[in-house]
């Protein structure tokens, strides 16, 4: 699977949007982006995934760049529970395992 | 919601017991998945199942077994649990197509092997 490029951490205020970057300079066409959090003490969740086309559900949006190198999670009002460990992540379609490989991720930290 | 339910949060064993670590999903998903988690070293692969009865070995399959008697239960096995087996144990289920699917978490088992 290709690599993903995440800060190590983020800061952003309670009821804020918050904008997490992700690059995946070397994606191929076929791979999906998924993004995955985890809160403490619990296990992943997943939040959201898409190919070509931005994507939204009730947690979160999906922004994917024209070029697809690059995608950024969008939580549109931040809350303390929002507070967690965030993993973008490239999934090759037609893979055999289904595995998922979980980089060091973002530690977002959401202030009162 | 999909609602993957893991026997325990909290196990402790000793060296040379065979451990048991039960997982249950309650949405009919055909796939289902071991990791464990470590510090520094992300989520590992251990076994993964694709129907009643399959499996396929992960990344790390040695030392475990897996078994899958009824399409909602995927049970792991620690033959004869060691020290390294120390971790936080994942299970994770699915609908069919391996790439595009989320996965479903458990809340984690984490087991300690003295």
């Known amino acids: 699977d290709a690599k993903t490029t995440q800060p190590n951490s983020m800061e952003s205020n309670e009821e804020e949007p918050v904008h997490l970057p992700c690059n995946h300079s070397?994606?191929?066409?076929?791979?999906?982006i998924h993004w995955y959090r985890q809160l403490p003490s619990q296990g992943p969740e997943y939040v959201i995934h898409?190919?070509?086309s931005n994507v939204n559900n009730r947690m979160a949006s999906l922004a994917i760049a024209e070029d697809r190198k690059s995608s950024t999670l969008i939580l549109h009002r931040a809350t303390l529970r929002d507070a967690a460990v965030y993993y973008c992540?490239?999934?090759?379609?037609?893979?055999?395992?289904?595995?998922?490989?979980f980089g060091q991720g973002t530690t977002l930290q959401v202030k009162p | 919601d999909v609602k993957v339910t893991q026997s325990s949060r909290y196990l402790v064993k000793r060296t040379g017991e065979k451990v048991f670590l039960e997982c249950v999903q309650d949405?009919?998903?055909?796939?289902m998945f071991w990791y464990r988690q470590d510090p520094g070293l992300g989520l590992r692969l251990i076994y993964f199942?694709?129907?009643?009865?399959?499996?396929e070995k992960g990344d790390i399959p040695e030392g475990y077994s897996v078994s899958r008697e009824k399409k909602e239960r995927f049970s792991l096995i620690l033959e004869s649990a060691s020290t390294n087996q120390t971790s936080m144990y994942l299970c994770?289920?699915?609908?069919?197509?391996?790439?595009?699917?989320?996965?479903?978490f458990g809340d984690g088992t984490r087991l300690s092997i003295l």
């Open positions: 994770a289920s699915s609908l069919q197509g391996l790439s595009n699917q989320p996965q479903h």
């Open positions: 070397t994606i191929s066409g076929t791979d999906y």
């Open positions: 898409g190919l070509t």
């Open positions: 992540i490239l999934r090759a379609h037609g893979s055999n395992t289904g595995k998922l490989i």
């Open positions: 949405m009919d998903h055909e796939n």
């Open positions: 199942s694709y129907d009643v009865k399959m499996k």
